[in-house]
């Protein structure tokens, strides 16, 4: 809900007037957009997964079965580090060259293995990450780190080969807590002077990746008043969140070879095909033109396959030995060596009035990078860019970050984005608040929240406020209520035990759609003579039914069932643009260009059918199959128009559509997390009774699609909150090497889940849709230990939550 206007300055009221004229409430919607439920021919309806079938019988082929078309095929292995830092002195490969079946053996010497720096990040041109990699690395800076790769015949003897590589190292000192890693006594991981960097305050001396900071208003200030004042409360929490693997089902895997015309040919389980293809580009010195990236079906990516991970050495090997070359990481890969959500620790400070209105919001983070810094300040800053927005009325909020390198495994990108840290620490804090000032939880959220309308500095706030978006679209105070209504908020009945305690929690949430001014989304449609369309897009299904979201938008603006748009794989031979799929941008930013190109076809096939029926095309529909005259009632089929198109006696062409979408709009979904729990307070052990979520995504495309979204993300966000995460020893070695070591919760473990779509309209985004794939992973954490706090009175603040933790806590309470 919106505060009231409180008086301003007038450079105060001249900003916030040139905001409201840059940002206006009413968008330039195309006509189309705007359709009631009882309009809508293909939209909000329940289609099945276009792949289900074939996923389920086993028929989908993702990369490693495309081996089979390779007869001359070899298998890749990677030697990786088995220190955690220290120099290569001595590489001896004589004994695996020397395997029968052994065709190449490359290391950091090889002519085929580029010098060349870069980054893995998948993220558009110029990335914002630092170029600190190289393919193979002499200096080695965890344990993972990649120091030389075979091919051969067989995986088997790829393997016996690493085995017989001889590595001599100079092991040098390890640092891997992000806190010791800023001393000025802590060992230094990288040399400035061989890292391009164009992050803001980098500190290599104090392996610092990135730092940077931001504020709107002024937070010292109203730390002082609070100080002079008996009636505004001063609250201080920390927070600390762990590791998590994205424990994709389908490790990474890609499959290099030279095409008949020599080009870089590769098949690759990838959400970036595009930003892959310019980055080998960089790293081999070729053309764009001469490399080609396919993208096969995806066994999930979550994040995981943002990163250009194993592609570099494939082709490093391919040229090698001359013939196609399949690496497959193993799962043990999967957990050290490959990327993860990055721990953080954040700490967060409020002013709030006895009433319960924030005056300031002070939050710092400070994240475990790893050896190598893909996406540091990007998901650092996310951390409070993603949460604040709900309390963007606080007149003051700041915001500290630092992104700090250490000799564990790399932080990348994974579902949420930083989002899940902040949320935690931000929610965790409210309740905490609402604590001190006896109230009630929602009621003191209510008072602060974001609402439909309103202008959100805080999506801004490490550029000072200066970014603002305007709020077209919020159901969160529906969110509330009916999350509240399914949870039983105000009908929790105590165990009749008096060692059991039962209680609610909850915890708000908020995301993006898209980054706001740097997406890319392209597609392109045409139609067959059976009145079928095949619809390109450069947009990456990695599982969650992108295609068939995009098949509905199409067929929506066409008039056709969705099963009559055939939408292909992404290739960047043939495909066009995208950026990728990321940062819950597929549905907002490519449906958003497929829904343009379906109009364009649209046009053309209105003029078809507008020669036909003898109909101006303004008095024309397209539902049902054919094109209706609104006038008369005639109608022709699309598969009559499709055959006039393209054999009639008159003018012949193919009804085809093609256009690009980008944006500087990137429109918020919203959701409230529900948690009901019962704790033992004489042993610590909960028991969660139901997870229920409700978000508002705007229209949802697919409500069958997007609760699967819901509850999926709800699982993953479960699992950071109670599962035990990535460990290692005191010399960094992963001790966590496959799921049994990593506890990811079973069906078992899994409490019931309740998922609710709350319906809005999001004018910038196509047919009213917004994101939903990210925002649930965000409210668990938070949720689980807020009713917790409520349940027995004590807080768990590290991640993950377990009853031994709860234990301590209720005994040194």
Same mark, same amino acid.
């Given at each position: 809900m919106s505060k009231p206007d409180e008086p301003q300055s007038d450079e105060a009221h001249q900003q916030s007037s040139s905001a409201e004229d840059e940002h206006p409430l009413e968008w330039d919607e195309s006509p189309n957009n705007r359709k009631s439920k009882s309009e809508r021919q293909a939209i909000s309806k329940r289609e099945e997964k276009n792949d289900a079938r074939k996923i389920v019988t086993g028929e989908s082929k993702y990369t490693a079965d495309y081996a089979l078309n390779f007869p001359d095929l070899a298998e890749a292995a990677v030697l990786r580090s088995?220190?955690?830092?220290?120099?290569?002195? #001595?590489?001896?490969?004589?004994?695996?060259?020397?395997?029968?079946?052994?065709?190449?053996?490359?290391? @950091?010497?090889?002519?085929?293995?580029?010098?060349?720096?870069?980054?893995?990040?998948?993220?558009? &041109?110029?990335?914002? %990450?630092?170029?600190?990699? %190289?393919?193979?690395?002499?200096?080695?800076? &965890?344990?993972?780190?990649?120091?030389?790769?075979?091919? /051969?015949?067989?995986?088997?003897?790829?393997?016996?080969?690493?085995?017989?590589?001889?590595?001599?190292? !100079?092991?040098?000192?390890?640092?891997?807590?992000?806190? #010791?890693?800023?001393?000025?006594?802590?060992?230094?991981?990288?040399?400035?002077?061989?890292?391009?960097?164009?992050?803001?305050?980098?500190?290599?001396?104090?392996?610092?990746? /990135?730092?940077? !900071?931001?504020?709107?208003?002024?937070?010292?200030?109203?730390?002082?008043?609070?100080?002079?004042?008996?009636?505004?409360?001063?609250?201080?929490? !920390?927070?600390?969140?762990?590791?998590?693997?994205?424990?994709?089902?389908?490790?990474?895997?890609?499959?290099?070879?030279?095409? !008949?015309?020599?080009? $870089?040919?590769?098949?690759?389980?990838?959400?970036?095909? &595009?930003?892959?293809?310019?980055?080998?580009?960089?790293? $081999?010195?070729?053309?764009?033109?001469?490399?080609?990236?396919?993208? @096969?079906?995806?066994?999930?990516g979550f994040g995981a396959k943002q990163s250009m991970l194993i592609e570099p050495i494939t082709v490093a090997l391919m040229l090698a030995a001359d013939r196609p070359v399949k690496l497959e990481t193993t799962r043990r890969e999967q957990f050290y060596a490959m990327r993860s959500r990055r721990s953080a620790r954040v700490r967060m400070r409020s002013v709030v009035t006895q009433e319960g209105e924030i005056k300031a919001l002070d939050m710092s983070a400070v994240t475990n990078s790893g050896a190598y810094g893909p996406h540091g300040l990007t998901v650092t800053s996310s951390i409070a860019t993603k949460p604040l927005p709900l309390y963007t009325h606080t007149p003051n909020i700041r915001f500290e970050m630092k992104a700090v390198h250490t000799n564990l495994p790399i932080g990348g990108a994974i579902r949420g984005y930083g989002a899940p840290q902040g949320h935690l620490a931000l929610e965790g804090h409210m309740d905490e608040v609402a604590n001190e000032l006896e109230l009630d939880p929602i009621d003191l959220r209510s008072r602060n929240l974001i609402g439909n309308g309103d202008l959100d500095t805080a999506s801004g706030v490490t550029k000072d406020g200066e970014d603002v978006r305007r709020i077209r679209s919020c159901g969160i105070d529906e969110c509330i209520e009916r999350g509240k209504d399914a949870i039983g908020w105000e009908e929790v009945e105590q165990p009749e035990e008096e060692h059991l305690h039962r209680a609610c929690g909850v915890a708000l949430t908020a995301q993006k759609s898209g980054v706001a001014g740097?997406?890319?989304? /392209?597609?392109?449609?045409?139609?067959?003579?059976?009145?079928?369309?095949?619809?390109?897009?450069?947009?990456?299904?990695?599982?969650?039914?992108?295609?068939?979201?995009?098949?509905?938008?199409?067929?929506?603006?066409?008039?056709?069932?969705?099963?009559?748009?055939?939408?292909? @794989?992404?290739?960047?031979?043939?495909?066009?643009?995208?950026?990728?799929? &990321?940062?819950?941008?597929?549905?907002?930013?490519?449906?958003?260009?497929?829904?343009?190109? =379906?109009?364009?076809?649209?046009?053309?096939?209105?003029?078809?059918?507008?020669?036909?029926?003898?109909?101006?095309?303004?008095?024309?529909?397209?539902?049902?199959? /054919?094109?209706? %005259?609104?006038?008369?009632?005639?109608?022709?089929?699309?598969?009559?128009?499709?055959?006039?198109?393209?054999?009639?006696?008159?003018?012949? #062409?193919?009804?085809?559509?093609?256009?690009?979408?980008?944006?500087?709009?990137?429109?918020?979904?919203?959701? =409230?997390?529900?948690?009901?729990?019962?704790?033992?307070?004489?042993?610590?052990?909960?028991?969660?009774?139901?997870?229920?979520?409700?978000?508002?995504?705007?229209?949802?495309?697919? @409500?069958?699609?997007?609760?699967?979204q819901v509850e999926g993300a709800m699982h993953m966000s479960y699992e950071l909150a109670v599962s035990a995460g990535l460990s290692f020893d005191d010399d960094g070695t992963p001790e966590t090497l496959g799921f049994r070591d990593y506890g990811m919760p079973t069906t078992e473990d899994q409490p019931p889940l309740d998922s609710i779509l709350v319906e809005t309209y999001e004018p910038t985004g196509p047919f009213g849709a917004k994101s939903v794939a990210e925002i649930p992973v965000n409210g668990v954490p938070p949720a689980l230990s807020n009713a917790i706090r409520r349940a027995v009175g004590v807080r768990v603040s590290d991640l993950p939550i377990t009853a031994e933790k709860i234990q301590t806590e209720i005994d040194n309470d």
């Open positions: 088995d220190i955690a830092h220290g120099y290569v002195t #001595e590489i001896d490969t004589s004994a695996a060259e020397a395997m029968e079946g052994v065709y190449a053996v490359i290391t @950091p010497d090889s002519d085929e293995v580029p010098d060349t720096m870069y980054t893995s990040a998948g993220q558009s &041109y110029p990335e914002p %990450s630092p170029w600190d990699l %190289s393919v193979l690395r002499r200096k080695v800076r &965890y344990v993972g780190d990649p120091i030389a790769a075979v091919a /051969a015949t067989d995986s088997q003897t790829a393997d016996k080969a690493i085995r017989a590589i001889d590595i001599t190292y !100079e092991e040098l000192d390890a640092v891997l807590d992000p806190e #010791e890693a800023m001393e000025p006594d802590a060992p230094q991981i990288h040399d400035p002077d061989q890292v391009e960097n164009i992050q803001p305050g980098a500190d290599y001396e104090r392996n610092i990746e /990135a730092q940077t !900071e931001g504020e709107i208003g002024d937070v010292d200030a109203a730390f002082e008043e609070a100080a002079t004042r008996d009636d505004w409360l001063v609250t201080e929490t !920390e927070w600390k969140t762990p590791y998590q693997s994205h424990c994709v089902p389908e490790p990474h895997t890609t499959i290099a070879q030279r095409d !008949e015309d020599n080009r $870089f040919h590769l098949i690759s389980s990838t959400q970036v095909p &595009y930003h892959t293809r310019r980055q080998l580009a960089h790293l $081999f010195d070729v053309p764009i033109r001469d490399i080609r990236v396919t993208k @096969p079906r995806i066994g999930a740097d997406e890319l989304g /392209a597609a392109h449609i045409k139609m067959n003579e059976d009145g079928s369309f095949i619809l390109q897009t450069g947009a990456v299904d990695i599982g969650p039914g992108a295609d068939t979201a995009m098949a509905q938008i199409a067929a929506e603006v066409l008039g056709v069932p969705p099963e009559d748009v055939l939408v292909q @794989p992404s290739d960047t031979d043939i495909s066009p643009f995208d950026y990728g799929a &990321y940062a819950s941008s597929t549905t907002y930013v490519t449906g958003s260009a497929v829904k343009k190109a =379906a109009e364009e076809a649209q046009t053309h096939l209105f003029e078809f059918a507008s020669q036909m029926l003898d109909e101006p095309a303004e008095n024309l529909e397209a539902r049902g199959g /054919a094109v209706h %005259s609104k006038q008369t009632g005639d109608s022709v089929t699309i598969e009559e128009i499709g055959y006039e198109s393209i054999y009639g006696d008159r003018v012949r #062409e193919q009804i085809m559509g093609q256009a690009s979408h980008s944006t500087d709009e990137s429109p918020a979904p919203f959701g =409230a997390q529900f948690a009901d729990v019962t704790v033992n307070e004489h042993t610590g052990e909960f028991e969660i009774h139901r997870l229920v979520y409700a978000v508002d995504c705007g229209v949802a495309i697919n @409500p069958d699609l997007a609760e699967g």
